[in-house]
T-cell receptor
Framework: NAGVTQTPKFRVLKTGQSMTLLCAQDMNHEYMYWYRQDPGMGLRLIHYSVGEGTTAKGEVPDGYNVSRLKKQNFLLGLESAAPSQTSVYFC??????????FGPGTRLTVL | KQEVTQIPAALSVPEGENLVLNCSFTDSAIYNLQWFRQDPGKGLTSLLLIQSSQREQTSGRLNASLDKSSGRSTLYIAASQPGDSATYLCAVLAGSGSEKLVFGKGTKLTVNP
C-alpha cells in the first residue's frame, strides 16, 4: 500500500497564478483533510471531506477550494495564489474519526 | 475555542533517559486525542490515539495518558534513543461530526548519543 500520496512535492508560483494539489489514498478511508503548516502557527485545517462528493470548511478556508469526486482523491485548488499561501501543505485521511494518516507534504512558494 | 498547548517547546536529553512530553487542552469535551511524530521535512506519523473513554494507550516504548477532567495528556518515552529525535505533536478532536483536529505547536526532542 502506498498510503497517502501527494502531487507535486514542490512548486513555485507567481502571485495570481492558479494550481491544483492532488491527494490520493489507497486505504479506502472515508474522511480526507487538507492542512497547512507554517512556522509558529502549527498545523491548521483548511478543508475536509467526510465522503465522496462532500466537502466542508476548516479553520482557514479562504482562498482555497476543494473537490472530492472520487473516494480516493481529494483536490485542493488555489485560484489566485498570494504570497500568504506560501506554506507546506499536508493531506491526510482516516477511517471515520480514527487515526489520521498523513502524506509527505507539498512545499509551495508564492512569489 | 479549543486551544492545545505543548510544553516544553524543545527538549534535549542524553540517550537512555526516560522522558515525558506534556500536552494541555482548554475544552475537556473531546472525542479523542492523538500523538504524532514529525521528522524534519516529512509528514506526520500517528503514534497513539486515545479515545475519550480511555485513560492510556501503549505502543512499545511509548505510553500516552489522558486526563480529560484536567485537560491534560502526557507522552512517556522509555529508554530514549537518538532515533527518537523528532518533533512530537499532540492533537485533539472535538467530536465525531466535528472533524477539526486541533494541533499543539509541538515539542522538538533531541536525544544525544
Amino acid at each position: 500500500n502506498a498510503g497517502v500520496t501527494q502531487t507535486p512535492k514542490f512548486r513555485v508560483l507567481k502571485t495570481g497564478q492558479s494550481m491544483t494539489l492532488l491527494c490520493a489514498q489507497d486505504m479506502n478511508h472515508e474522511y480526507m483533510y487538507w492542512y497547512r503548516q507554517d512556522p509558529g502557527m502549527g498545523l491548521r485545517l483548511i478543508h475536509y471531506s467526510v465522503g465522496e462528493g462532500t466537502t466542508a470548511k476548516g479553520e482557514v478556508p479562504d482562498g482555497y477550494n476543494v473537490s472530492r469526486l472520487k473516494k480516493q482523491n481529494f483536490l485542493l485548488g488555489l485560484e489566485s495564489a498570494a504570497p500568504s499561501q506560501t506554506s507546506v501543505y499536508f493531506c491526510a485521511s482516516s477511517y471515520f474519526s480514527l487515526k489520521q494518516f498523513f502524506g509527505p507534504g507539498t512545499r509551495l512558494t508564492v512569489l | 475555542k479549543q486551544e492545545v498547548t505543548q510544553i516544553p517547546a524543545a527538549l534535549s536529553v542524553p540517550e537512555g533517559e526516560n522522558l515525558v512530553l506534556n500536552c494541555s487542552f482548554t475544552d475537556s469535551a473531546i472525542y479523542n486525542l492523538q500523538w504524532f511524530r514529525q521528522d524534519p521535512g516529512k509528514g506526520l506519523t500517528s503514534l497513539l490515539l486515545i479515545q475519550s473513554s480511555q485513560r492510556e494507550q501503549t505502543s512499545g516504548r511509548l505510553n500516552a495518558s489522558l486526563d480529560k477532567s484536567s485537560g491534560r495528556s502526557t507522552l512517556y518515552i522509555a529508554a530514549s534513543q537518538p532515533g527518537d529525535s523528532a518533533t512530537y505533536l499532540c492533537a485533539v478532536l472535538a467530536g465525531s461530526g466535528s472533524e477539526k483536529l486541533v494541533f499543539g505547536k509541538g515539542t522538538k526532542l533531541t536525544v544525544n548519543p
